[in-house]
């Protein structure tokens, strides 16, 4: 069986910078992958070629064997493939509900039908409450919700999870855990997650992938992962505390 | 059908509809001719605010559609006989053609914000230059309708009282406004506030913003060509030099911006704050014997510059609130 989502030999340059440099890995359908590595590891970059932001230099990507490089954003969204962004990016003097009703409009034209399943998804997020509000007004917390709200609006096939965790308090990060795992066990969803907080990775991946200027250095379990000498010593071993399990 | 207003909004608007259905029958022509200024502003105003307001897209060359409208029409009528209703639709399709070349131009090549306010006034710039050397057109000494006895004053070719003008420009701005709130609700329409909002987030939720962006430009100059179609019937004359200018293209948009860019009510309200101030500033100059030509142009520069200071999202907002007319943000709709 194909993988849902295949990277062969991925290459992105930025004037003389290799962002990434051949990197290969896939996500079986129904798993959780977390990509992890420090600040400039190419995480971010990844996204941007996966989602059709930038194209690689070299390599491609696929989703179930249909390619996917060269395609524009709205393509790739088209073909399956759900994004947030890192720095959230609501639309902001739109109501929450609106928010992911523009969203959900992506496979059904009706208004009234893409508001039904922009409810849902709402309560889903936990946003019920802050329907009526808009964007703006959100705290950080709820525009990370909103941000996954919108993306699983699409109805993709994967989720690309670009640092939801990233600010939240622990026991906010503990309940968006424990949200995106139910999202995955009930509806089998394919989630791709860049995060820094390991107590996020560690409870929620099935696999990790660890980068490193661009190179992937080491792929296993969690507990592989934490474990390996090249990890620790590239990346636990030059961060703070914090970020270690 | 708008659901926005509260209560006391729908009874305002009642209110404000029956008083402009019967002015004719009894203000006299001068104010009949001053409101009908005020819906022409109203409703190009309304037809700016489909690609600013809703795409958020800045044109600062909109007097190419009026102009393209007016002449295409004003064409037709002296030199085949051709009414503006049947000419109108010879407006709207060289306006869309001049927004589809603009669109493409722009958007294909991923220009943004300023640079494409640049380019739709060089599309402005360059057809009124053109302009002036058709001779066909009047070129730069004019281009005139027949008016008078001669002309006829039939509803079918637009000739007639004010109060055809003005009934004419009335339905006009009510039918942008219908027009607008239905958009502003479809598919279409939450994809053009969500590319306002953030085109990056906007393209990642599947949005095609090359194809958003020109569907809103497109239906932009369409609207704003049946603006130049009653200008040239309404004036009877059209100067390049004035029609086309940057001046215009400013003056079109200050109605919504003063009253409220991207609200279904800011073009009507704006319209209706400035050009009677703008008519009373000129009135109350020259019945002091002064003589200053350019004042209301000053008046604008002045009135953009409080609201750009006092009120940046426009004075319908503020005023609609305060008066309670909307829904608050957060409320159940």
Redesign the interface.
């Known amino acids: 069986m194909t993988p849902l989502l295949q990277v062969e030999n991925l290459s992105k340059q930025f004037r003389g910078l290799r962002a990434v440099s051949n990197v290969s890995f896939t996500v079986p359908e129904g798993d959780i992958i977390a990509l992890i590595g420090p600040n400039g590891a190419g995480k971010t970059t990844m996204f941007n070629l996966i989602?059709g932001?930038i194209r690689p230099d070299e390599g491609e990507v696929r989703l179930s064997g249909r390619r996917l490089t060269g395609l524009?954003?709205?393509q790739v969204?088209?073909a399956g493939v759900?994004?947030t962004?890192q720095l959230v990016?609501?639309?902001?003097?739109?109501?929450v509900e609106?928010n992911i009703?523009?969203?959900a409009?992506?496979?059904r034209?009706r208004?009234a039908d893409a508001r039904q399943h922009a409810v849902q998804i709402l309560d889903l997020l936990e946003l019920g409450p802050k329907r009526?509000?808009?964007a703006r007004?959100l705290t950080l917390p709820e525009r990370k919700r909103l941000e996954v709200a919108?993306?699983l609006?699409?109805e993709p096939r994967i989720l690309l999870l670009d640092e939801v965790m990233a600010g939240l308090r622990p026991t906010e990060t503990d309940r968006l855990v424990e949200l995106l795992r139910d999202l995955n066990q009930r509806t089998n969803m394919t989630i791709l997650l860049i995060e820094h907080v390991m107590r996020a990775v560690m409870a929620l991946s099935d696999r990790v992938i660890v980068l490193d200027y661009g190179i992937r250095i080491s792929e296993g379990t969690p507990r592989e992962v934490v474990n390996d000498p090249r990890v620790i010593e590239v990346y636990l071993g030059s961060v703070e505390g914090s970020t270690a399990p | 059908m708008f659901d926005q207003l509260t209560a006391r909004g729908c009874a305002a608007f009642g209110m404000l509809l029956l008083i402009l259905l019967a002015l004719p029958m009894f203000a006299d022509s001068y104010l009949v001719s001053v409101v009908t200024l005020v819906l022409w502003f109203a409703y190009v105003g309304q037809a700016w605010n489909v690609m600013m307001g809703f795409a958020g897209q800045l044109s600062l060359g909109h007097s190419l559609y009026v102009g393209l409208g007016a002449y295409a029409s004003a064409a037709l009528f002296v030199h085949f006989g051709i009414g503006p209703w049947a000419g109108l639709w010879l407006g709207m399709l060289l306006a869309t053609l001049a927004g589809a070349v603009i669109g493409v131009l722009g958007f294909r090549f991923a220009i943004r914000g300023v640079h494409f306010a640049l380019l739709t006034i060089a599309f402005a710039e360059f057809t009124r230059i053109a302009f002036d050397h058709i001779g066909w057109l009047g070129g730069s000494g004019g281009f005139f309708l027949p008016v008078g006895d001669a002309a006829g004053s039939s509803p079918f070719d637009l000739r007639g009282s004010p109060a055809l003008f003005y009934y004419v420009i009335l339905a006009l701005t009510l039918g942008a406004l219908v027009l607008c709130r239905r958009l502003l609700h479809s598919r279409i329409g939450y994809f053009w506030l969500a590319i306002r909002e953030d085109q990056e987030a906007a393209q990642a939720v599947g949005i095609d913003v090359f194809r958003a962006k020109l569907a809103a430009v497109l239906i932009s100059a369409a609207m704003t060509s049946l603006g130049g179609v009653f200008y040239a019937f309404f004036y009877n004359n059209l100067f390049p030099e004035q029609i086309f200018s940057v001046s215009r293209s400013i003056e079109l948009i200050l109605a919504p911006v003063i009253g409220g860019i991207g609200t279904l009510f800011g073009p009507i309200f704006g319209a209706f704050i400035l050009t009677p101030l703008a008519e009373l500033v000129t009135w109350a100059i020259e019945s002091a014997g002064l003589n200053m030509p350019g004042i209301k142009q000053i008046f604008y520069g002045l009135a953009l510059v409080l609201i750009v200071v006092y009120r940046p999202d426009g004075v319908w907002p503020w005023v609609a609130r305060y008066l309670k007319l909307v829904r608050q943000s957060g409320d159940r709709p």
């Open positions: 989602a932001v524009r954003p709205d969204c088209a759900g994004r962004f990016k609501p639309f902001g003097d739109l109501s609106d009703l523009v969203g409009l992506h496979r034209p208004i009526y509000q808009i007004s919108r993306a609006a699409t």
